[in-house]
């Protein structure tokens, strides 16, 4: 079965600064999707980026972008000129065969 | 731009009784699903649907129901609420032509008391 593991429970960082959260996943497929989602005190579910197995680039969305390791499964996303708004819980998710696998969650902290 | 919608957005239920939290998507996604988050953990889903008639059941089906006759509308089911389905139920829906990136309800709070 495919698992994702999130290993920092809570990151911090300083504002403008950049940050890295971690993401691992098993799995014995090769063609999947990755995702990133934000979660903030409102609870809505915010795609922040995302990325197909089968494309070897790096997917990046302004300040956002990913670290995607296929043959080691491992799936980061690094947030540059970190911004008071980016304050929330990020999760990591795999998606295949119509289900969405998902991490703990990683709370992000940014100190002004 | 409706996107995916959920209601209601706030409940508060008795022991044993029903309800149904309505969802209803205007993208023309064929994939649907339900998932459930508890406080300070992720999202487990509960049912999922790939099309109109269709639906089967996800990581944590018991106590639910659900019905796909649309392809705009997943409603799902709650039948003699219990404690433990006190969450927060999130409706989403995808499809191959975004993607498959998962597009997400804004929440259906529910307590059970």
């Known amino acids: 079965a495919q698992t994702v593991t999130q290993s920092q429970p809570e990151m911090s960082v300083q504002e403008a600064e950049t940050v890295t959260l971690s993401c691992t996943y098993d799995t014995s497929e090769s063609d999947y999707y990755l995702f990133w989602y934000k979660q903030p005190p409102s609870r809505q579910m915010i795609l922040v980026i995302r990325?197909?197995?089968?494309k070897q680039q790096n997917a990046t969305e302004n300040r956002f972008s990913v670290n995607f390791q296929k043959a080691a499964k491992s799936f980061s996303l690094k947030i540059s000129d970190s911004q008071l708004g980016d304050a929330a819980m990020y999760f990591c998710a795999y998606y295949s065969n119509y289900q969405l696998i998902w991490g703990a969650g990683t709370k992000l902290i940014i100190k002004p | 731009n409706a996107g995916v919608t959920q209601t209601p957005k706030f409940r508060i239920l008795k022991i044993g009784q029903s309800m149904t939290l309505q969802c209803t998507q205007d993208?023309?996604?064929?994939?649907m699903y339900w998932y459930r988050q508890d406080p300070g953990m992720g999202l487990k889903l509960i049912y999922y649907?790939?099309?109109?008639?269709?639906?089967d059941k996800g990581e944590v089906p018991n106590g639910y129901n659900v019905s796909r006759s649309t392809t705009e509308d997943f409603p799902l089911r709650l039948e003699l609420a219990a404690p433990s389905q006190t969450s927060v139920y999130f409706c989403?829906?995808?499809?191959?032509?975004?993607?498959?990136?998962?597009?997400f309800g804004e929440g259906s709070w529910l307590t059970v008391v």
């Open positions: 649907s790939v099309g109109a008639g269709i639906t």
């Open positions: 989403a829906s995808s499809s191959w032509t975004v993607g498959n990136t998962i597009y």
């Open positions: 990325q197909e197995a089968y």
């Open positions: 993208m023309n996604h064929n994939y």
